[in-house]
T-cell receptor, first 114, second 116 residues
Framework: NAGVTQTPKFRVLKTGQSMTLLCAQD?????MYWYRQDPGMGLRLIHY???????AKGEVPDGYNVSRLKKQNFLLGLESAAPSQTSVYFC?????????????FGPGTRLTVT | AQSVTQLDSQVPVFEEAPVELRCNYS??????LFWYVQYPNQGLQLLLK??????LVKSINGFEAEFNKSQTSFHLRKPSVHISDTAEYFC??????????????FGAGTRLAVHP
């Protein structure tokens, strides 16, 4: 079991460039999430998905798009990168929407936008 | 909506000393609480959680946390830390069912630095 994996691990973009971050989970979880982590701010939810083919906005969705074409994959896209999107991005998944269930996290993608 | 406050952004401590990382949450009728740990250059891992029952919960590596409803706190403690405990620790609360997903609210994190 690989759990939650993310590619790439690191990326440097110039302002205005686009990229896609890939998240994959092998636990058959319905629910998947994208967070960004910034110093002193903890993790903030960007977008989430409650099942294949569905996505929804989280707390900080502006500048990002997502897709969940397959249950095991959740993609995060940046159409036109900005320096404010320099961050560490984490993907997570959970078995259930119930509050008692933990979320499982990937190792993160460190993105720098110059 | 719930909020989580971690009172210390950094906690330096010597090896084998005790440590307490503080976490307070905003009040709610029912609450589920989590501590996650992030080792350097890794993702977050669940350390322990409080769902119900005994207010003292323990992890397999010697950490424990006590749910205190009257003080709305969920402080994390370890009686004797090791160098390997150096990491960032996040307190999180599971908010009430919202939008059909498991909503976790995270604190800003506390960086624990254990020195020899």
């Amino acid at each position: 079991n690989a759990g939650v994996t993310q590619t790439p691990k690191f990326r440097v973009l110039k302002t205005g460039q686009s990229m896609t971050l890939l998240c994959a989970q092998d636990m058959n979880h319905e629910y998947m999430y994208w967070y960004r982590q910034d110093p002193g701010m903890g993790l903030r939810l960007i977008h989430y998905s409650v099942g294949e083919g569905t996505t929804a906005k989280g707390e900080v969705p502006d500048g990002y798009n997502v897709s969940r074409l397959k249950k095991q994959n959740f993609l995060l896209g940046l159409e036109s990168a900005a320096p404010s999107q320099t961050s560490v991005y984490f993907c997570a998944s959970s078995y259930s929407a119930h509050r008692t269930y933990e979320q499982y996290f990937g190792p993160g993608t460190r993105l720098t936008v110059t | 909506a719930q909020s989580v406050t971690q009172l210390d952004s950094q906690v330096p401590v010597f090896e084998e000393a005790p440590v307490e990382l503080r976490c307070n949450y905003s009040s709610s009728v029912s609450v589920y609480l989590f501590w996650y740990v992030q080792y350097p250059n890794q993702g977050l891992q669940l350390l322990l959680k409080y769902l119900s029952g005994s207010t003292l919960v323990k992890s397999i590596n010697g950490f424990e946390a006590e749910f205190n409803k009257s003080q709305t706190s969920f402080h994390l403690r370890k009686p004797s830390v090791h160098i390997s405990d150096t990491a960032e620790y996040f307190c999180a609360v599971s908010d009430k069912f919202s939008g059909g997903y498991n909503k976790l609210i995270f604190g800003a994190g506390t960086r624990l630095a254990v020195h020899p």
